[in-house]
């Protein structure tokens, strides 16, 4: 099983819709966890942090559910400029280092 | 804002050449990084350091060296630049924590003919 897992779509969604892409993650003690946005041939941005109590920041909310070990990004009222690869990050924190591993990205397509 | 500043965004070399790619941030973050990108297969982890003289190895380091002689910058080289090694390279930054996520370069997109 693969450490970061994501669906890589491409999701087509039409503009005002709401979209959710999820990111499973295999070891349980990872401790930290973020979204990403890349657009295309740019390089990866960070979106926004995931907390285990969920987090929103405008149109997005992010959460966190560590019992099924997946995070979740929920996009409402699609955009155009939404249109990108959005990525996930786990941090796992072992003997003084962190192990950062990054989904392969969702790409999501909003259509007119 | 934290800038990581790449030195170059597209780079053509040819094979057997060494190479090196430079990455410079302006925030005083004590972690770096260097990430190949490839469709298909995401971001892998070359090299990072978590202090100035300090190296460690990721998950794809063959072929490739870094050098972090000022806590501003890590330099990525490549010894014996192979066809393979066609890329884009992200090298991002962080606290010490992570726990404010990483901020990338732009990326140096390299061809290797």
Redesign the interface.
Known sequence: RKEVEQD?GPFNVPEGATVAFNCTYSNSASQ?F?W?RQDC??????LM?VYSSGNEDGRFTAQLNRASQYISLLIRDSKLSDSATY?C?V?LYSGG??K?T????TKLQVIP | DVKVTQSSRYLVKRTGEKVFLECVQDMDHENMFWYRQDPGLGLRLIYFSYDVKMKEKGDIPEGYSVSREKKERFSLILESASTNQTSMYLCASSSPAGDYGYTFGSGTRLTVV
């Open positions: 890589p930290s973020f990403y041939r740019k390089e990866p941005k960070l942090s990525l990050v941090i280092y962190q950062v990054f989904g392969t990205g």
